[in-house]
C-alpha cells in the first residue's frame, strides 16, 4: 500500500488541536491548519499569502521579530511566548516551538493557545500578592497601591479606584490612581450604579459575604477587555481585596480601640503616657519646657444623676472637642477616665505660659452647653505642672498635676463655702 505524503500531510496537519505555521524566509504565510479558526477565528484562506506579522500584538512585534532571525540563523526554540490578536480583536497568548527548514527556505512553528493556563497562573500569583499584602502592609494607602499592582499583573491598568461604604450613609473613594475624565467621580458611580463616562470603567462590586461594602473599578484597553475569563478572572480578585481590606479595616479598628477613647475619640490613658514620656525625652535632649494640665469637670455626677448619662456623655463630647479647639496641632489633649483630661503642651516658653493657657481653657467653657432640655453650665478644676521645674519625671509630672487639680478643687469649694450666693 502506497500514499502520496504531499496530498496526506496538510490533512494529518489540520487534525492538530495546536497552530501550524509554514512561514518563508520573507515572513509571508504559507501554509497554515484549520486550528488557526478556532484559536485566532481567521480561516487559512485569510492568512495564506499575509505577512505573519500582521497578526502579532504591536508591542511583540519587535521581539518576534529577533526571534525569528535567530531561528533563521539555526536555532531552534521552544517556549518562545507572545501575543497574537484575534479577529474580534482580544489578545490571544501563545507558545510556540519553531525551527528552520534551510533546504526549503522556510521555517516551521507550532504554536499552543495558553491564554487559560497564563490567566490561572497570574491570578494565583496576584491572589498570593493580596493576601501577603494584608498582612504586611503597614497602613490601609498601602494595601490599595499593592492591590493595584497586583491587577495590573493581570492587565494593564489605566484607572483602578477602590470606593467604600462607610456604614453610616457615607461614601468614600479610599485609593484612585489614573487619569479621571471632567465630571467623573468614583463615589458617583458607586451612588448611582452607572458611570457616566466615554469609556466606562469596569465595576467590581465586592461579595456581600466579606462583609466589606464597596467596590473596585477599572479602566483598560479595550482589547483586553475581549480576553475570554478575564471578567471572572478580576471578579476573584476583587473579593480578594476585599478580605484584604476588610481585615485591614478590622486591624485598623483594633488598634484606634487600644489607644483612643471611644465616647471622645481623644487619646486614651495608654497612648497619652506614652506621648508623655517621648514628650519629656525630647525636652530633656533640647533642653526646653512643657506643660501638663489636669482638667477636672465640675459637678459632673450631678449632671449624670439629674439628666441621665447619656446628657453626660453630650457633655464629655463638647467638652473633648472645646478643649481640642484650644490646642494647637502639636499639643496632646487625651481623657484618662470618667471626667478627667489632660493636656500635653511642648515648646513653653515660660512656666507663666502655662497660666494664659489655662486662663484660655477657662474662657472657652463659659459657654453654656446646650442638651436636650436643658442648658449646663460648664467649668473645670485646673492642675498645672512645668517640666523641668516642677519635676522632671514623666510620672510625677502627671502625679504633680492632678495634685494642683485637686488644691484647685478644694480652694474653689472653700470660696464657695465662704461667700454662698
Same mark, same amino acid.
Given at each position: 500500500?502506497? !500514499?502520496?505524503?504531499?496530498?496526506?500531510?496538510? @490533512?494529518?496537519?489540520? $487534525?492538530?488541536?495546536?497552530?501550524?505555521?509554514?512561514?518563508?524566509?520573507?515572513?509571508?504565510?504559507?501554509?497554515?491548519?484549520?486550528?488557526?479558526?478556532?484559536?485566532?477565528?481567521?480561516?487559512?484562506?485569510?492568512?495564506?499569502?499575509?505577512?505573519?506579522?500582521?497578526?502579532?500584538?504591536?508591542?511583540?512585534?519587535?521581539? %518576534?521579530?529577533?526571534?525569528?532571525?535567530?531561528?533563521? *540563523?539555526?536555532?531552534?526554540?521552544?517556549? !518562545?511566548?507572545?501575543?497574537?490578536?484575534?479577529?474580534?480583536?482580544?489578545?490571544?497568548?501563545?507558545?510556540?516551538?519553531?525551527?528552520?527548514?534551510?533546504?526549503?527556505?522556510?521555517?516551521?512553528?507550532?504554536?499552543?493557545?495558553?491564554?487559560?493556563?497564563?490567566?490561572?497562573?497570574?491570578?494565583?500569583?496576584?491572589?498570593? *500578592?493580596?493576601?501577603?499584602?494584608?498582612?504586611?502592609?503597614? /497602613?490601609?494607602?498601602?494595601?490599595?497601591?499593592?492591590?493595584?499592582?497586583? $491587577?495590573?499583573?493581570? =492587565?494593564?491598568? %489605566?484607572?483602578?479606584?477602590?470606593?467604600?461604604?462607610?456604614?453610616?450613609?457615607?461614601?468614600?473613594?479610599?485609593? =484612585?490612581?489614573?487619569?479621571?475624565?471632567?465630571?467623573?467621580?468614583?463615589?458617583?458611580?458607586?451612588?448611582?450604579?452607572?458611570?457616566?463616562?466615554?469609556?466606562?470603567?469596569?465595576?467590581?462590586? !465586592?461579595?456581600?459575604?466579606?462583609?466589606?461594602?464597596?467596590?473596585?473599578?477599572?479602566?483598560?484597553?479595550?482589547?483586553?477587555?475581549?480576553?475570554?475569563?478575564?471578567?471572572? %478572572?478580576?471578579? $476573584?480578585?476583587?473579593?480578594?481585596?476585599?478580605?484584604?481590606?476588610?481585615?485591614?479595616?478590622?486591624?485598623?479598628?483594633?488598634?484606634?480601640?487600644?489607644?483612643?477613647?471611644?465616647? @471622645?475619640?481623644?487619646?486614651?490613658?495608654?497612648?497619652? +503616657?506614652?506621648?508623655?514620656?517621648?514628650? =519629656?525625652?525630647?525636652?530633656?535632649?533640647?533642653?526646653?519646657?512643657?506643660?501638663?494640665?489636669?482638667?477636672? =469637670?465640675?459637678? !459632673?455626677?450631678?449632671?449624670? &444623676?439629674?439628666?441621665?448619662?447619656?446628657?453626660? /456623655?453630650?457633655?464629655?463630647?463638647?467638652?473633648?472637642?472645646?478643649?481640642?479647639?484650644?490646642?494647637?496641632?502639636?499639643?496632646?489633649? *487625651?481623657?484618662?477616665?470618667?471626667?478627667? $483630661?489632660?493636656?500635653?503642651?511642648?515648646?513653653?516658653?515660660?512656666?507663666?505660659?502655662?497660666?494664659?493657657?489655662?486662663?484660655?481653657?477657662?474662657?472657652?467653657?463659659?459657654?453654656?452647653?446646650?442638651?436636650?432640655?436643658?442648658?449646663?453650665?460648664?467649668?473645670?478644676?485646673?492642675?498645672?505642672?512645668?517640666?523641668?521645674?516642677? @519635676?522632671? +519625671?514623666?510620672?510625677?509630672?502627671?502625679?504633680?498635676? &492632678?495634685?494642683?487639680?485637686?488644691?484647685?478643687?478644694?480652694? *474653689?469649694?472653700? %470660696?464657695?463655702?465662704?461667700?454662698?450666693?
Amino acid at each position: 500500500m502506497t !500514499f502520496d505524503i504531499d496530498t496526506l500531510l496538510p @490533512t494529518v496537519l489540520d $487534525f492538530m488541536l495546536d497552530m501550524v505555521f509554514v512561514v518563508d524566509r520573507e515572513g509571508i504565510i504559507v501554509h497554515v491548519n484549520d486550528a488557526c479558526n478556532g484559536v485566532l477565528g481567521y480561516r487559512p484562506d485569510d492568512m495564506i499569502g499575509r505577512p505573519l506579522a500582521d497578526f502579532q500584538a504591536p508591542q511583540d512585534r519587535e521581539r %518576534t521579530a529577533r526571534e525569528a532571525a535567530d531561528i533563521l *540563523a539555526g536555532a531552534r526554540h521552544v517556549g !518562545f511566548e507572545n501575543c497574537y490578536r484575534h479577529r474580534d480583536g482580544h489578545l490571544v497568548h501563545l507558545m510556540w516551538s519553531a525551527r528552520c527548514l534551510p533546504a526549503q527556505r522556510l521555517r516551521i512553528g507550532v504554536a499552543r493557545d495558553i491564554g487559560r493556563r497564563r490567566l490561572v497562573e497570574l491570578r494565583e500569583a496576584a491572589a498570593h *500578592a493580596i493576601l501577603e499584602a494584608s498582612h504586611t502592609a503597614p /497602613d490601609m494607602a498601602t494595601l490599595c497601591r499593592q492591590i493595584q499592582r497586583a $491587577f495590573e499583573g493581570i =492587565v494593564p491598568v %489605566t484607572l483602578l479606584a477602590i470606593v467604600l461604604d462607610t456604614g453610616d450613609g457615607g461614601i468614600d473613594a479610599i485609593h =484612585v490612581d489614573g487619569r479621571l475624565a471632567p465630571g467623573e467621580s468614583p463615589c458617583d458611580w458607586y451612588r448611582d450604579g452607572t458611570a457616566a463616562a466615554a469609556a466606562p470603567p469596569v465595576c467590581l462590586r !465586592f461579595p456581600h459575604e466579606h462583609g466589606l461594602a464597596g467596590a473596585l473599578y477599572l479602566r483598560y484597553p479595550e482589547e483586553h477587555g475581549r480576553m475570554p475569563a478575564l471578567h471572572d %478572572t478580576l471578579r $476573584f480578585l476583587a473579593g480578594c481585596a476585599a478580605l484584604a481590606l476588610e481585615r485591614r479595616r478590622l486591624l485598623a479598628g483594633l488598634a484606634r480601640a487600644a489607644q483612643y477613647d471611644e465616647l @471622645t475619640g481623644l487619646p486614651n490613658r495608654r497612648l497619652f +503616657h506614652d506621648r508623655l514620656a517621648t514628650a =519629656v525625652a525630647r525636652a530633656t535632649r533640647k533642653g526646653s519646657r512643657l506643660a501638663l494640665l489636669f482638667a477636672d =469637670v465640675d459637678r !459632673f455626677k450631678q449632671v449624670n &444623676d439629674r439628666y441621665g448619662h447619656a446628657t453626660g /456623655d453630650l457633655l464629655l463630647r463638647e467638652i473633648a472637642a472645646r478643649l481640642q479647639r484650644c490646642a494647637r496641632e502639636s499639643d496632646t489633649v *487625651a481623657r484618662l477616665s470618667g471626667d478627667e $483630661f489632660v493636656i500635653l503642651v511642648e515648646e513653653l516658653a515660660t512656666p507663666g505660659d502655662a497660666r494664659t493657657i489655662a486662663d484660655h481653657i477657662a474662657a472657652a467653657m463659659a459657654a453654656p452647653v446646650a442638651v436636650p432640655g436643658a442648658s449646663l453650665d460648664v467649668s473645670l478644676s485646673l492642675g498645672i505642672a512645668v517640666y523641668p521645674d516642677d @519635676t522632671s +519625671h514623666p510620672a510625677a509630672l502627671l502625679a504633680a498635676a &492632678d495634685g494642683a487639680m485637686y488644691a484647685s478643687k478644694r480652694a *474653689a469649694a472653700r %470660696t464657695a463655702l465662704a461667700h454662698p450666693s
